[in-house]
């Protein structure tokens, strides 16, 4: 299978040429063109009603794509649901944990599962991680650029639950409110933080979706009245 990632870095699209009988897993309503010799499958996500209801709490589809190559040469073109950037890792017998929407496509043999917070699930922030391990191409979309954070052992890194991509498993993280006290963390506009510790990577995005929600808030009508 050959890649390439197109018209980087705001409305970045990942090219997929493969040879006969490969195939792909990728995130449904992600396909935006495909050979017509292509087999397109709808599977379930297979995570269990734990793993089903943390994947609904963080937006995902309970449903995947699977992709196989009729011919070789065949094509595929994927895109996520918003404008950013392409991040491809190369996964040997490796654990990765993305924020819950980041995942865009991957070999068919990696393990995905999910976990999520109840202290981000309270607060409304909404941290519901993806485990995705094993050997295989990994492709995650982000939410604006993306910057890559390498951490040493002992290293300590802040970053916006909202700024998340993704972060090796070799990383240890608490989630807590930016600020000291709930007070103060309102009346500087921060909400939850993860708070990591190295050694290990760490994927950044430069917009945040939840941020862009409440931005807009105030432009929608409300259903309560005035």
Request: a negative charge; aromatic letters at 8%.
């Amino acid at each position: 299978m050959k890649f390439s990632i197109e018209q980087r870095p705001v409305f970045s699209v990942l090219r997929l040429i493969f040879e006969a009988g490969e195939q792909v897993r990728a995130e449904a309503g992600a396909m935006i063109s495909m050979s017509g010799t292509m087999e397109l499958k709808a599977k379930t996500s297979g995570k269990g009603v734990f793993g089903t209801l943390g994947a609904m709490m963080g937006g995902e589809s309970l449903f995947a794509s699977e992709y196989t190559a009729g011919t070789s040469g065949d094509e595929l073109i994927l895109a996520p649901s918003y404008p950013g950037d392409i991040l491809h890792l190369p996964l040997r017998d490796e654990t990765i944990f993305a924020q819950s929407g980041a995942y865009l496509a991957g070999s068919t043999h990696l393990q995905l599962s999910s976990q999520g917070s109840l202290k981000a699930l309270v607060s409304g922030e909404g941290l519901f991680l993806q485990k995705i391990s094993g050997s295989g191409d990994l492709w995650l979309a982000s939410y604006g650029a993306i910057i890559e954070k390498q951490l040493n052992a002992g290293d300590e890194y802040v970053v916006d639950t909202g700024n998340m991509v993704a972060f090796d498993a070799s990383l240890s993280y608490t989630i807590q409110t930016a600020s000291r006290g709930l007070f103060s963390s309102m009346a500087s506009g921060e909400g939850l933080v993860c708070r990591f510790r190295g050694p290990g990577r760490l994927w950044l995005q430069t917009r945040s979706i939840s941020a862009l929600a409440q931005t807009l808030k105030p432009y929608f009508p409300s259903s309560s009245n005035s």
